[in-house]
């Protein structure tokens, strides 16, 4: 059992926030105001729910990083290293707005409004909230916009950040291997993935113990589960009560968080054995997959992947049963840019990690998809996922 807190480093997030001083310097900036959750997460490692009661992180340009919380935050935020001021207010709406205390701290800091970037154009409307704009709060035009930049800083995985995914893909494993070997005939599809989830959320406390700690309020580190039958020819089906039937496709999903990242694996199961179309249609979505990961290289562009994929597509006519893109990045969050779509000119470089999960819906039949975690490298690519492919170890018998 591991004795060392699977924790981001503080050098880790020092680097971030000196990359964002940098950028800041770069763009004649004195400031920036951050909302997002996520976005504050990654950057000094607070994590919190984002409720109707605004919070905002601003870091200046000359090394200032500070907080304006509710009443009831305060004491978490106060214990953070990276924090050297914090600005709490009594309660949301209260008698005064909470906007015109994060104007306070930004004034406390010496930071002009008019050289202030922010991450979005204000606190989001999230459970109720209401409040001015950044814009509106100082009487502006408008405010800079760090968002490209942002994501742009979040897309490359440093060293340390592929060890969690790591974890993470292994955890994830872990997890798909348990709730395969729980699916039956007869069951349904929320009990078996409720019971696998905590199988292996269990498993993972076994060997971690108090080395892990959840950062997300009320869920179960490692989620794993599945939608089956006909409904799996929709890419994002609501989960339903039907009992599991022999002939019946089920695709999966599997994650496990480490330090908030998260790898990604999905698989597509077969209850019973498949039929000649479910054979052909799972083998043209193994064959898209294995283009997409071998487009995967330092230098190309997102859209070279998917184009790659749809033209495999079009040749084989398959194109009415195609519903998304090929992936998209991940890491904190499930869906993150860039993206491997055809619209999306980023390029590839070392360190950016991606979904590979072309799919194939057909009315009728079912959904195919399997999804791995692709991590670009300095000359070619990566796969850190690694559960079977194949359909032999995916036919579950009834």
Known sequence: MTTTPIEISLQERQNRL??????????????????????????????FQQ?????????????????????????????????N???????????????????????CFGISPTK????????????????????????????????DFLAGLRSRKSTEIVALLRQSAYWGNLAHE?????????????????????AATAAMFAQLGSAYRNHDWGVTPIHVGFKAGPETAFPHPLGTSRPIQEGDLIVT??????????????????VGEADDEQRFYFDHMCRAQEIGIAAIQP??????????????????????????????????????????????????????VFSVEPGLYVPGIGGFRHSDTVLVTEDGNEVLTYYPRELGHLTIQP
């Open 85 to 107: 001021e914090v600005v709490v207010y009594p309660e949301y709406p209260g008698l005064r707005h909470p906007m015109h205390f994060l104007a306070d701290l930004i004034a």
């Open 299 to 352: 230098g190309r562009r997102c859209a070279d992947v998917d184009q790659a994929v749809y033209d495999y597509w079009a040749a084989n006519d398959l194109l009415p049963y195609v519903r998304h893109h090929t992936g998209h990045a991940l890491g904190m969050e499930i869906h993150e840019a860039p993206f491997l779509d055809r619209g999306d000119e980023t390029i590839l470089a070392p360190g950016m």
């Open 178 to 198: 348990i709730l395969q070997r729980s699916i039956v005939t007869g069951r349904t599809e929320i009990e078996i993935g409720q019971e696998a989830s905590h």
């Open 253 to 270: 999903w599997s994650t496990a968080k480490m330090a908030g990242y998260h790898a990604e694996l999905e698989r597509t199961l077969i």
């Open 18 to 47: 000196t990359a964002v001083r940098e950028w800041l310097q770069r763009e004649e900036l004195d400031g920036l105001c951050i909302f997002n959750q996520v976005m504050i997460a990654y950057l000094v490692g607070y994590h």
């Open 116 to 147: 202030l970037a922010a991450d979005q154009v204000g606190y989001p409307p999230v459970w109720g909230y209401r409040g001015p704009t950044l814009a509106e709060l100082f009487d502006l035009p408008r405010v800079p916009s760090a968002a």
């Open 51 to 83: 409720t109707e009661r605004p919070v905002a992180l601003v870091i200046g340009a000359l090394g200032q990083q500070g907080m304006m919380v509710p009443n009831l935050e305060g004491d978490h935020v106060r214990d953070l290293p990276l924090i």
